[in-house]
C-alpha cells in the first residue's frame, strides 16, 4: 500500500496554470503506474492522465491533451501534473492514484490506492 497526499489546487482564472503534486510514501513509489483523476459533485471521477512504470508510457484524456503534462520524479516519490491553458470545465477536485504493476488502464476502478484529492477552480 502506498499513501498519496496531492497538492497545489487553488483558485485560477481562465487561461493560467497550476501545477498538482501527489506525494508517496509507504512503498516503493517506482514500482506504481501512476494516475490523475477528477470528480465534479454529482458524476463519476474521470480519467484526465496516466503514467507508468519509469514513465516509459503516458495517456491523457482528450479533454486535456496539450494542456496538461503528466510527470514522475522517482526520486522524490511525487507524481506532477502541470495544467496549463486552464478552463472553467477543469474545475474539480483532483485526485492522485496509484497501481500496483506495469499496466496503464485509464479506468479508476483499476486503482487501488488514492489521495484525499485537492480543488482546482477555475473562473471565467
Known amino acids: 500500500q502506498v499513501q498519496l497526499v496531492e497538492s497545489g489546487g487553488g483558485l485560477v482564472q481562465a487561461g493560467g496554470s497550476l501545477r498538482l503534486s501527489c506525494a508517496a510514501s509507504?512503498?516503493?513509489?517506482?514500482?506504481?503506474?501512476m494516475g490523475w483523476f477528477r470528480r465534479v459533485p454529482g458524476k463519476e471521477r474521470d480519467f484526465v492522465a496516466a503514467?507508468?512504470?519509469?514513465?516509459?508510457?503516458?495517456y491523457y484524456a482528450d479533454s486535456v491533451k496539450g494542456r496538461f503534462t503528466i510527470s514522475r520524479d522517482d526520486a522524490k516519490n511525487t507524481l506532477y501534473l502541470q495544467m496549463n491553458s486552464l478552463k472553467p470545465e477543469d474545475t474539480a477536485v483532483y485526485y492522485c492514484?496509484?497501481?500496483?504493476?506495469?499496466?496503464?488502464?485509464?479506468?479508476?476502478?483499476?486503482?487501488?490506492?488514492w489521495g484525499q484529492g485537492t480543488q482546482v477552480t477555475v473562473s471565467s
Open positions: 509507504g512503498r516503493t513509489f517506482s514500482s506504481y503506474t
Open positions: 503514467i507508468s512504470r519509469v514513465g516509459g508510457s503516458i
Open positions: 492514484a496509484a497501481r500496483l504493476g506495469t499496466a496503464v488502464p485509464t479506468g479508476p476502478n483499476f486503482y487501488g490506492d
